[in-house]
């Protein structure tokens, strides 16, 4: 089996210990914006949180830009992408939260267990290129899609990191002068100038990022930016170690002109006929899949605390109650939340934030979901048995789901309070189909386009779109509807 180090690193001097409602656990990682943590909202939802550094917040239009495309990246709605719950720019210091997702990097699996079959290459085309289309549709261009923005799950890859270009971008040229992207996957039109860049830049990039997945290298591999940007504008891409099956839509993607490249549906309808049939199965090897149910267990904290991280010996800690991962398991959807594990510091005080934390988490799970409710249209759906508490189900993770025109939803979790993000899941519906969706009755509102699946996920009220705060106590009904019989399905918020 694969052994990995821990993804979490533990909380440092300086670090906050919370960010709007969330409380956080420990470091993920850093990038030119700021550091990332994984956090934890009041009902045992993981979330990943972005802060922004201090000199980028202190810039006068910085948190007008951040605010405009954090509201836009609420807006994509893809299964392959881990979706944006919340902002705040206006706080001391900004930040955003997506959906955490429990899965290593396609760097990492790459460079662990080695390039990746052509099967499971044609797999990951397939999400990344449905994640690309949602990202678009919501009128952004990711400008920075690379495999260490690939996140590979059982049931597909998970797109990260889109919705802040431009704030992204200005981080870039405060700190470093270059070119927003990556120059080892971005499009040439790219590393001329950000003006130019259009949605064809991010097929570049998924070619680039498929190159890798298939051979473990991208199209150019000079020393240092400036070297490979030089090879990016007069040098063909290496294709060297590319299976030829693949070669077709990897040079595609990798024109040097924007007209000539696929449109992420093209790359899609390229590989439909090899998923149709086997769309549950990533085709990874032992080795890789190993490595992905090892991060499926989740999130670790080296025993020690951090003046020891890496030092010792993880440590497993007992399970957290009701903690609520959205995802799909042996390529079916799960109705229950996954499993999230935290490793226990000795002796730190991470270890006593742990430890309550955990008896919060299971007097919120004894207040919240006992007694159950409805999860969907079906008013006996998500009713557990006499005596037990109710599991919230997971939004549905599409790799099963088809267009079967008999249209569906259902909410992420039944019961939440005041923070919590209630993510409707439609499943059954005409792709291509603008929804419209309504609460408590109100006028109907636009709400996401169907993808090809046949599926859609909204979050109920992230954009204030029906109210302008939270929403009050009781019980709520929401509806969605494409011009026939809306389908409904009700939640409950609680104190």
């Not at 990798?254 to 199965?281: K, T, W």
């Not at 090892?294 to 020690?304: K, M, N, T």
């Not at 959205?326 to 730190?348: H, I, K, Q």
Request: aromatic residues 6%; proline residues 9%; glycine residues 12%.
């Amino acid at each position: 089996m694969v052994r990995r180090d821990a993804p979490l690193g533990p909380l440092e001097a300086g670090d906050p210990a919370a960010a709007g409602p969330y409380t956080l656990l420990g470091r993920l990682g850093s990038g030119s914006m700021g550091r990332v943590y994984l956090g934890c909202s009041a009902a045992g939802r993981l979330v990943a949180v972005k802060t922004v550094r201090a000199e980028l917040a202190r810039e006068a239009d910085f948190r007008t830009r951040f605010a405009h495309e954090a509201a836009a990246a609420r807006r994509v709605s893809g299964v392959y992408t881990a979706s944006v719950v919340n902002a705040d720019p206006d706080a001391e210091v900004p930040w955003l939260a997506t959906a955490y997702v429990p899965a290593p990097s396609l760097e990492l699996l790459v460079a662990e267990a080695g390039p990746l079959p052509v099967a499971a290459v044609r797999w990951l085309a397939g999400g990344c290129a449905e994640a690309l289309e949602s990202i678009h549709a919501a009128g952004l261009v990711h400008r920075d899609l690379k495999p260490s923005n690939v996140l590979v799950c059982a049931d597909g890859p998970r797109v990260i990191d889109f919705g802040l270009a431009h704030a992204r971008e200005r981080a870039r040229v405060t700190l470093s002068r270059v070119a927003v992207g990556t120059p080892a996957f971005m499009a040439p039109e790219q590393a001329q100038g950000s003006r130019v860049v259009t949605a064809a830049s991010d097929v570049y990039a998924l070619g680039a990022t498929l190159l890798y997945a298939a051979t473990g290298h991208g199209p150019y591999r000079g020393e240092g930016a400036l070297e490979l940007m030089a090879q990016l504008a007069t040098l063909p891409p290496d294709l060297s170690g590319l299976a030829v099956e693949l070669e077709t839509m990897v040079r595609g993607c990798l024109a040097r002109d924007p007209a000539r490249r696929p449109a992420p549906a093209d790359v899609l309808a390229s590989v439909s006929d090899y998923l149709r049939h086997g769309r549950a199965e990533p085709g990874l090897s032992g080795s890789a899949l190993d490595l992905v149910r090892d991060y499926a267990a989740g999130p670790r904290l080296p025993v020690g605390g951090p003046d020891r991280a890496g030092a010792a010996p993880e440590r497993p800690m007992r399970e957290r109650p009701r903690v609520v991962i959205e995802g799909v398991r042996d390529g079916r959807s799960s109705s229950s939340p996954a499993r999230t594990f935290l490793r226990e510091p000795r002796n730190t005080i991470a270890s006593v934030a742990a430890i309550l934390l955990i008896g919060v988490g299971a007097l919120l799970a004894r207040t919240f979901w006992s007694g159950g409710g409805s999860a969907g249209a079906d008013p006996g759906r998500g009713r557990p048995p006499a005596g037990r508490a109710a599991e919230p189900p997971a939004p549905l993770g599409g790799a099963g789901d088809r267009p079967t025109g008999d249209p569906r939803i259902v909410v992420n979790q039944p019961q939440g309070d005041g923070v919590t993000v209630f993510v409707i899941h439609g499943t059954g519906w005409r792709p291509g189909d603008r929804v419209r969706v309504s609460l408590d009755g109100s006028g109907e509102r636009p709400g996401p386009v169907v993808d090809h699946m046949g599926t859609f996920n909204y979050a109920v009220n992230q954009a204030h779109e029906f109210l302008p705060g939270p929403l009050p106590l009781g019980v709520h009904t929401f509806a969605a509807a494409t011009g026939g019989a809306p389908a409904r399905t009700t939640f409950r918020v609680v104190p």
